[in-house]
């Protein structure tokens, strides 16, 4: 019996194995193809812009250099890393509904609560290098991954989980799926889901083009729907607004591909050959809880929507991210009572602001004259400084804040990537998958209390030349600062949000007096 089984080695499924592999956890993945590549997962049809968000999570797990390598995107930085606190642009900012937001006009210094440094705020992938960088990871950490393997029955009790797939029957404590927006489990353990059905159907191509020089580079509202013309040749997506009519069970023709670019496009333009087609739509659906009993969903298979704007991955490995650390503690048993729980609570709000977030981009396309005017209006407001500045606001994830309760305004939010004045960074202190406590304060007041939460908490003290206003943070393994103190940090308001992440201190001596004296701390150590 496995701690855990995972269905699906998309990005999602992968980087939950990562987490739960990094803890300790024995972990099988099941995945339906047979082999990891497709035409459809490497660039350009399985071009990404992965959000500083998703950024943030690769760089706290010493992951991002790899991506950016496999991703052959490492001038993201420059010819070299950045000094302290240089700040990075951006390959990539994205748009809305077509609408491209320029770059110079994000003001990036007003994103709430984050310091310059080496995460960029966007990185343009594909999902083949993703999952490439996880997979070599998740075989690092002794998770097990079998391809060819589809599942077709599911199972659960009070003390485990069977997936039955063929003769075979795999066991485990917990069931995770990550099988995309069609999930076997999501169906086979009776999750609900429930949504608004498409408006159109879209389609992403490579194909050989007689004419491709009359279609313009780029992204192209029209009347009829929106077309997409990449940079890289005969690779072309148009969004034909038939209500969803067309019938994804069979792959389109190129004669149909052709019809539907040409009513959309209003460009006579011929395909001479379909080397790889796919079609989707913008069908925006959520479950609406994300675990039932021992069985659980992230990613596509909690929520799905149109792929305007790109966040779908992103949304994904934000639920992986969040559910990985709670999971391992669960399964370890030191979990604080309800921990789980708030899986749901933290990321199903989450998933229905993207939901919206897609279906406000699907509204302002329409092929009508109201949404047409609504274009108008928006292509005007994202042309201002402020405007596309809250648009890639929404497109970075730093509009995401949890409601953990708490007055601080860094509670909730991800943790800026503080960097102490011996050059230390949280991103690095949090390769390990534990969580972190940074103390600013002079006296080192939390080092005997953290003590207690030896093994789930990593100490670090130090000065920074920029603390926002804080003496000290807690931050969950996620990277979400759980707690926040002032500049003379409380050391029992401290004690009860650890207890409260990471449950019952393991080591005698929360309130520090069993300790030493922590004066002989110098700035920037850190316990390992």
Same mark, same amino acid.
């Given at each position: 019996?496995?701690? /855990?089984?995972?269905?699906?080695? @998309? !990005?999602?499924?992968? $980087?939950?194995?990562?987490? +739960? =592999?990094?803890? *300790?956890? #024995?972990?099988? /993945?099941?995945?339906?193809?047979? @082999? !990891?590549?497709?035409? $459809?997962?490497?660039?350009? +049809? =399985?071009?990404? *812009?992965? #959000?500083?968000?998703?950024?943030?999570?690769?760089?706290?797990?010493?992951?991002?250099?790899?991506?950016?390598?496999?991703?052959?995107?490492?001038?993201?930085?420059?010819?070299?890393?950045?000094?302290?606190?240089?700040?990075?642009?951006?390959?990539?900012?994205?748009?809305?509904?077509?609408?491209?937001?320029?770059?110079?006009?994000?003001?990036?210094?007003?994103?709430?609560?984050?310091?310059?440094?080496?995460?960029?705020?966007?990185?343009?992938?594909?999902?083949?290098?993703?999952?490439?960088?996880?997979?070599?990871?998740?075989?690092?950490?002794?998770?097990?991954?079998?391809?060819?393997?589809?599942?077709?029955?599911?199972?659960?009790?009070?003390?485990?989980?069977?997936?039955?797939?063929?003769?075979?029957?795999?066991?485990?404590?917990?069931?995770?799926?990550?099988?995309?927006?069609?999930?076997?489990?999501?169906?086979?353990?009776?999750?609900?889901?429930?949504?608004?059905?498409?408006?159109?159907?879209?389609?992403?191509?490579?194909?050989?083009?007689?004419?491709?020089?009359?279609?313009?580079?780029?992204?192209?509202?029209?009347?009829?729907?929106?077309?997409?013309?990449?940079?890289?040749?005969?690779?072309?997506?148009?969004?034909?607004?038939?209500?969803?009519?067309?019938?994804?069970?069979?792959?389109?023709?190129?004669?149909?591909?052709?019809?539907?670019?040409?009513?959309?496009?209003?460009?006579?333009?011929?395909?001479?050959?379909?080397?790889?087609?796919?079609?989707?739509?913008?069908?925006?659906?959520?479950?609406?809880?994300?675990?039932?009993?021992?069985?659980?969903?992230?990613?596509?298979?909690?929520?799905?929507?149109?792929?305007?704007?790109?966040?779908?991955?992103?949304?994904?490995?934000?639920?992986?991210?969040?559910?990985?650390?709670?999971?391992?503690?669960?399964?370890?048993?030191?979990?604080?009572?309800?921990?789980?729980?708030?899986?749901?609570?933290?990321?199903?709000?989450?998933?229905?602001?993207?939901?919206?977030?897609?279906?406000?981009?699907?509204?302002?396309?329409?092929?009508?004259?109201?949404?047409?005017?609504?274009?108008?209006?928006?292509?005007?407001?994202?042309?201002?400084?402020?405007?596309?500045?809250?648009?890639?606001?929404?497109?970075?994830?730093?509009?995401?804040?949890?409601?953990?309760?708490?007055?601080?305004?860094?509670?909730?939010?991800?943790?800026?990537?503080?960097?102490?004045?011996?050059?230390?960074?949280?991103?690095?202190?949090?390769?390990?998958?534990?969580?972190?406590?940074?103390?600013?304060?002079?006296?080192?007041?939390?080092?005997?209390?953290?003590?207690?939460?030896?093994?789930?908490?990593?100490?670090?003290?130090?000065?920074?030349?920029?603390?926002?206003?804080?003496?000290?943070?807690?931050?969950?393994?996620?990277?979400?600062?759980?707690?926040?103190?002032?500049?003379?940090?409380?050391?029992?308001?401290?004690?009860?949000?650890?207890?409260?992440?990471?449950?019952?201190?393991?080591?005698?001596?929360?309130?520090?007096?069993?300790?030493?004296?922590?004066?002989?701390?110098?700035?920037?150590?850190?316990?390992?």
């Amino acid at each position: 019996m496995h701690d /855990v089984v995972i269905v699906g080695a @998309g !990005p999602v499924g992968l $980087l939950l194995a990562c987490e +739960l =592999g990094l803890a *300790g956890c #024995s972990v099988l /993945v099941l995945e339906r193809e047979s @082999g !990891p590549g497709s035409p $459809l997962r490497s660039a350009p +049809l =399985g071009r990404r *812009g992965l #959000s500083a968000a998703s950024a943030e999570v690769f760089d706290r797990r010493g992951l991002l250099g790899p991506l950016l390598a496999a991703s052959g995107v490492q001038e993201v930085f420059g010819a070299a890393a950045p000094e302290a606190g240089a700040p990075t642009r951006p390959r990539f900012v994205g748009h809305f509904a077509g609408m491209m937001l320029d770059g110079d006009q994000v003001d990036f210094a007003a994103l709430p609560f984050r310091l310059p440094g080496q995460v960029p705020e966007a990185v343009v992938t594909d999902l083949e290098a993703v999952e490439t960088v996880l997979s070599e990871r998740a075989s690092e950490l002794g998770v097990d991954i079998r391809r060819g393997v589809t599942v077709s029955a599911v199972s659960q009790n009070g003390e485990g989980v069977v997936a039955t797939a063929g003769a075979e029957a795999y066991e485990a404590r917990w069931l995770v799926g990550c099988d995309g927006g069609r999930s076997t489990v999501r169906r086979l353990a009776g999750f609900e889901f429930v949504g608004t059905e498409p408006q159109f159907t879209g389609y992403t191509m490579q194909a050989t083009l007689a004419d491709a020089e009359q279609l313009r580079p780029g992204f192209h509202l029209t009347p009829a729907g929106m077309y997409l013309r990449m940079p890289a040749d005969g690779h072309i997506a148009v969004m034909d607004f038939d209500g969803g009519a067309f019938d994804r069970s069979r792959p389109p023709t190129r004669d149909h591909l052709q019809a539907v670019l040409r009513r959309v496009s209003g460009v006579d333009v011929t395909i001479g050959a379909v080397h790889v087609a796919s079609s989707f739509t913008d069908r925006a659906m959520q479950t609406t809880a994300y675990r039932r009993g021992r069985v659980l969903l992230a990613g596509d298979a909690a929520h799905i929507h149109s792929p305007l704007g790109g966040q779908g991955m992103n949304t994904g490995i934000g639920d992986a991210a969040n559910l990985g650390w709670k999971l391992a503690a669960t399964v370890h048993g030191h979990a604080p009572d309800g921990l789980l729980d708030t899986y749901t609570d933290e990321r199903h709000p989450i998933g229905a602001a993207v939901l919206d977030w897609s279906r406000a981009q699907v509204a302002t396309m329409r092929p009508e004259p109201y949404a047409q005017a609504i274009q108008a209006v928006v292509r005007d407001l994202i042309g201002t400084r402020d405007g596309a500045t809250y648009v890639f606001g929404k497109l970075s994830g730093s509009w995401i804040r949890y409601d953990l309760g708490g007055e601080h305004p860094l509670v909730g939010r991800s943790a800026p990537d503080f960097r102490l004045e011996d050059g230390t960074r949280l991103g690095g202190l949090m390769a390990d998958g534990r969580g972190v406590v940074l103390d600013f304060s002079a006296d080192r007041r939390l080092y005997a209390p953290a003590a207690a939460w030896e093994g789930r908490i990593r100490y670090a003290a130090g000065t920074t030349g920029n603390d926002l206003g804080s003496g000290a943070v807690l931050v969950r393994p996620d990277g979400v600062v759980a707690w926040a103190g002032d500049r003379h940090p409380d050391r029992e308001a401290f004690e009860q949000a650890a207890g409260r992440w990471f449950g019952t201190p393991a080591a005698v001596g929360a309130t520090g007096r069993a300790h030493p004296d922590p004066a002989p701390l110098h700035a920037g150590s850190a316990r390992p």
